[in-house]
């Protein structure tokens, strides 16, 4: 009977590699915003900071903007802006 220890552990081994360099490339794309789930309601468009405390963050919530207050004693909603037919980020 041949010993087939070394073929199955080097065979694992590079089982394990190659599942490992996809799930490092999977969340690579995922992190670079290359890949959003379909049927997203809910989208970070902007992020700014006033101070180090506070930013306003602008929210994609159905077609609509959200204009939000964080970090302060309380978050505010600054309110909903119209309906537009794209509100992507600037390139």
Do not use: K, N, S, Y
Request: net charge positive; proline share 5%.
């Amino acid at each position: 009977m041949p010993d087939i220890g070394w073929t199955a552990t080097t065979g694992a081994l590079a089982l394990i590699a190659v599942l490992g360099g996809l799930v490092l490339t999977l969340r690579g794309v995922r992190a670079a915003g290359l890949a959003q789930t379909p049927g997203r309601r809910l989208v970070v468009v902007e992020a700014v900071a006033l101070d180090t405390r506070r930013r306003v963050v602008l929210l994609r919530c159905d077609g609509r903007g959200l204009l939000l207050l964080t970090g302060g004693a309380q978050d505010l909603v600054l309110g909903w802006l119209p309906h537009e037919r794209t509100m992507d980020p600037p390139a």
